[in-house]
Structure formats: structure tokens, C-alpha cells
């Protein structure tokens, strides 16, 4: 007798195969921006958001708004041809879960309703012409939702003809405001034909002071501890530094140094920095001398990237009724499920890992690091490398991490958490970690001794809970090269031989990077 499961699947046709498991809802967002058009389309399903389509064109809309601000029927025809191709991609979507927005160059142009009528006959779908200050708390959403804040945060994003700058806490924005300027207007009001001069910079920049000055006051006086940039020039800034080796925040001095690389060039066609997306080289210098005024005027001294934007925003608005787990939870889980990993030993692992940090967590200095944040992802995904093969797993995960996407973290976060991974087990070589700023190198080096002991103490895989608590460390004053003396239970050693022998191993290793690891019985 043929087995029923079989029969079955041998009647399926590709339609019940394409459609067996389909679960929960699609949603999308357009966000009709003054340099280009945005579309993101998500599937939800218990309560996690996956973006499955982004969709980008760039349309320069801006770039048709003449001295009256009047759109001319170039840039009119640009819009609809874009629109004409997401009105496909948004059949299948029910008309609930889709929005429409419009930002600065529809706010200003005198005849919007032009567009917007055909806009709206080509979509099938009404479109909202938002304010700036709708536009900033949608923005504050997005980063809110897909980055992690810490206290009172400063959000910046640069569009094409409006910079919009937020302070808020946790979910909720405290003051808003919509600046007039923004990279493609300025790039036609300051660096007329493409010179790119001191002259004209400076111009730029002080037109934008002039613009920030007024409300400088509003944003201080919160007193944010963090600045996050969402999209556009600080994602360009931040892709030039990866590009160039710089695993750091974005820092005056570095904007500096690409004003100087900008004005070296002397025009915009011999504009060449490596890291640079070509889509992103017209606008650069004008997004750059913005940002310049910003950091100046607010006196931001560091500036890292949010996981999201306005189209972020926009989608979680329309999720407001629904159960929505945290960004970075989503992450880990789905890394767990995707890459196969024990996720019992994971935690084993990262609850030794948090145990041991909570002890030197005063020993480590103020920089870019959340540093026990990343120490959890490092943690819980440090046997992602598994998924290909045992010996060299340490440099698979790393491989791994450097390359998928992980929502709620910083790209420089990421890259963390890849090193983390790269370092925690075997040797580790002299040159490990130098690209970082010194700072931050000696907090990488100080997560990454837990991360290995925490991995070290477990190595029997029993989920035995009373590792926990067993190590205690104490660390020298020698901030250089800080020497770790780890106590351990006696009897605990004795009943864990293994772990006697790992731990004897880990000292050698230590002591090979030029590392000092004591280890003591009590």
C-alpha cells in the first residue's frame, strides 16, 4: 500500500507548493522624495517585519523647481514613468496596508496637484503631501524602531530639498523641525555648473547656519546623548569610511577631510573618493556641506547610522495595533533558525558572557561601543560559522556577519560583531583589531577576552547554570595591556577537567597576543 503522504505530494501541483505556507500580511510604503522615489514592501508575520522589496529611482524632482517654484514637465514626466513601474510591484497588496507620501519638493511646487492627480490615477491610491514636521516624527519613527537608543537622541536626515531634524526618546519625539534646504537645492544654489571651491562651501555652509541658527537652542536644550543619521549623506560618509579601513563614528575632522577631497578636485565630474556610489556623487558636496553646518551649529561630536528612515516610519505606523517584537530580537532569532545554530548553548554562552562583563564594565571607556549589546549578538550567534564547517567556524561566522544584513545594528556595530566572532577562538594575531580607533580597539580587546572565557566555560555543552557565577575577574591598572586574574572554584575545576585543560590552553593563547591571563583556584 502506497504511503498517504506521498500520494499526496505527488498530486500537489506548483501553485499548492507556492502557496502551502503562506502566512500573515504584506504592507507597503512609497516615499515620493525630492531626489528619489522609495518603495519597501514588508511581510509580517508574529510580529516580525522582513523587508522582502526595496525599490529606488532616483528622479531629481527637485532639480525641476524653478525660481518661483514651479515644476517643470520634465521632471513631472521623470515622476510618473517611476510611479508607472510601483504601481505593478502594488497589485497584490491590499489597499489597506499601502501608503503614499509626499515630502518637500510637492510641499513647495505651485502646481502639485498636477502631479499629483495623474500620480494618483497611475497608482490606483491616494497620495498624502506631508509637513516637514509629519515628515520628522514619521523619520524619528523609522530610526526608533530600527535602531537603538540610548536616552535622548539627536535624528538627522538630509533629503533632497529638506533636512529634517528631530530629538525624542525611546518611541516618541520630543521636539521636530523641517529645515529649508537640503542636497540637490543647494547643489544648484552653491555649487553652480559643478565648481567645487572653497568659496562655494563656505557659502553653502553659512547658508545652512543661517537656517539652524534660530532653533539651535530648541535642540540643545535637550541635552541628547547620541546623534543618529538616517540615510543619504552620513550612509554615504559612513560607506567611505568602511570603504577606506576607518571602523570609527562620523567625526568633524573626517567631513573636513572630504571637503578638502571635494575642493581638491575643483569639479564635479572629477569627483573621485573612494567609497563613493557613483549615484551618489552629484549631491555629495552640497549633503556634505549641510552636514558640516549641522555638526558645527549643534556641536554634534560624533554621529553614528539609524537601521531606518521615513519609509520605516511609514510602515510602522500602519503596524500601531499590531504586536511588534524588538528589532534586534528578530535579528538574533531569525540568525538562529536561518544559520541552524544550538540556540540552548548560544545562551549558555551569552549568559556567561553578560556575567563576566557586568565585572568590568566600569573598566571600559565611552566610545562608539554598546558594548554589551554587541557582546550578546557576538555571543549568540558565535557558532553561526557552524553552518559550513568546525574547523575554521570562527572564520566562516565572521564571513557570514560581515555580509547579511542585521537589522538594529550599526554597520559599524556589525563589523563588531563580525571581529568578535573572527577572534573567539583559536589564535589571535598581532595585527587583530588595529583598524579601530585606539579606544575602541582596547574595549574590543577587553569584550573579546569574555566572549572567549564565557566560550571557554562552556565547552561541555551541558547548560550547567551554575558556570554562571563561578569566574571572577579582577584586571591591573596597565590600560595597555591589562593583566586578567580569573578566579575559579576549586572544586568546580576539579569536577570539569576539560575545561581545566581549555582554560590552561586560552592562557597560552593569551599569553601568545601578548595578553596576560592569570588563572586562580579558590
Not at 267 to 276: C, E, Q, S
Not at 329 to 336: D, E, N, P
Request: hydrophobic share 40%; net charge negative.
Amino acid at each position: 500500500m502506497q504511503d498517504p503522504i506521498e500520494t499526496t505530494n505527488a498530486n500537489m501541483t506548483h501553485q499548492d507548493l507556492t502557496t502551502l505556507n503562506t502566512k500573515g500580511d504584506y504592507y507597503a510604503a512609497v516615499d515620493l522624495g525630492s531626489n528619489s522615489f522609495h518603495l519597501v514592501v514588508v511581510h509580517v508575520i508574529h510580529g516580525n517585519v522582513q523587508i522582502v522589496s526595496k525599490v529606488k529611482q532616483k528622479v531629481r524632482l527637485a532639480a525641476g523647481l524653478d525660481a518661483h517654484n514651479h515644476l517643470d514637465q520634465l521632471a513631472i514626466e521623470r515622476g510618473w514613468q517611476c510611479l508607472t513601474r510601483f504601481a505593478d510591484r502594488l497589485q497584490n497588496i491590499p489597499k489597506e496596508n499601502i501608503k503614499i507620501v509626499a515630502t518637500a519638493t510637492l510641499r513647495l511646487a505651485t502646481n502639485a496637484e498636477d502631479f499629483v492627480r495623474e500620480a494618483e490615477t497611475i497608482l490606483k491610491h491616494k497620495l498624502h503631501i506631508i509637513s516637514g514636521e509629519e515628515e520628522a516624527a514619521e523619520i524619528y519613527r523609522g530610526v526608533a524602531y530600527t535602531s537603538t537608543t540610548s536616552g535622548n537622541t539627536l535624528v538627522i536626515d538630509i533629503g533632497g530639498a529638506s533636512t529634517e531634524v528631530v530629538v525624542g526618546r525611546d518611541m516618541q519625539p520630543l521636539h521636530v523641525h523641517s529645515f529649508n534646504m537640503g542636497c540637490v537645492t543647494f547643489m544648484q544654489h552653491y555649487f553652480e555648473h559643478g565648481h567645487l571651491t572653497e568659496d562655494n562651501f563656505n557659502l553653502a555652509i553659512n547658508a545652512a547656519k543661517t537656517e539652524i541658527e534660530q532653533h539651535v537652542h530648541a535642540f540643545k536644550c535637550f541635552d541628547w546623548q547620541q546623534a543618529l543619521g538616517a540615510s543619504g549623506t552620513p550612509q554615504a560618509i559612513t560607506d567611505i569610511l568602511i570603504q577606506q579601513g576607518i571602523r570609527d563614528e562620523i567625526k568633524l575632522n573626517y567631513l573636513y577631510q572630504l571637503k578638502s577631497q571635494c575642493i581638491e578636485a575643483l569639479h564635479i565630474d572629477a569627483l573621485n573618493i573612494d567609497g563613493l556610489a557613483e549615484s551618489r556623487r552629484v549631491i555629495f558636496p552640497s549633503g556634505l556641506a549641510i552636514l558640516i553646518a549641522l555638526f558645527e551649529s549643534l556641536n554634534i561630536q560624533t554621529m553614528n547610522i539609524a537601521g531606518g528612515a521615513l519609509r520605516e516610519g511609514i510602515i510602522y505606523g500602519m503596524l500601531d495595533n499590531q504586536t511588534l517584537t524588538d528589532r534586534r530580537s528578530q535579528t538574533i532569532h531569525a540568525c538562529i533558525l536561518k544559520y541552524h545554530i544550538d540556540e540552548q548553548q548560544a545562551e549558555s554562552v551569552t549568559t556567561t558572557a553578560i556575567e563576566l562583563f557586568k565585572q568590568i564594565n566600569q573598566r571600559l571607556a565611552d566610545t562608539i561601543l554598546d558594548g554589551q549589546n554587541i557582546l550578546y549578538a557576538a555571543a549568540m550567534l558565535h557558532e553561526i560559522g557552524l553552518h559550513i564547517e568546525f574547523k575554521e567556524q570562527h572564520l566562516h561566522g565572521a564571513y557570514i556577519l560581515r555580509y547579511i544584513d542585521l537589522p538594529g545594528y550599526t554597520k559599524l556595530q556589525k563589523q563588531c560583531i563580525s571581529d568578535l566572532v573572527k577572534y573567539h577562538r583559536s589564535d589571535i594575531p598581532e595585527d587583530a583589531l588595529q583598524d579601530y580607533p585606539k579606544e575602541v580597539r582596547t574595549n574590543m580587546l577587553q569584550l573579546l577576552r569574555v566572549l572567549r572565557l564565557a566560550v571557554v566555560l562552556n565547552i561541555k555543552r551541558t547548560q550547567d547554570k551554575s558556570i554562571y557565577n563561578i569566574a571572577h575577574i579582577q584586571i591591573s591598572e596597565d590600560a595597555e595591556t591589562p593583566v586578567w586574574n580569573v578566579s575559579i572554584e576549586k572544586c568546580w575545576i576539579a569536577e570539569n577537567k576539560l575545561v581545566e585543560t581549555e582554560l590552561a590552553n586560552e592562557t597560552w593563547l593569551m599569553h601568545k597576543a601578548k595578553q596576560t591571563l592569570n588563572l586562580v583556584q579558590y
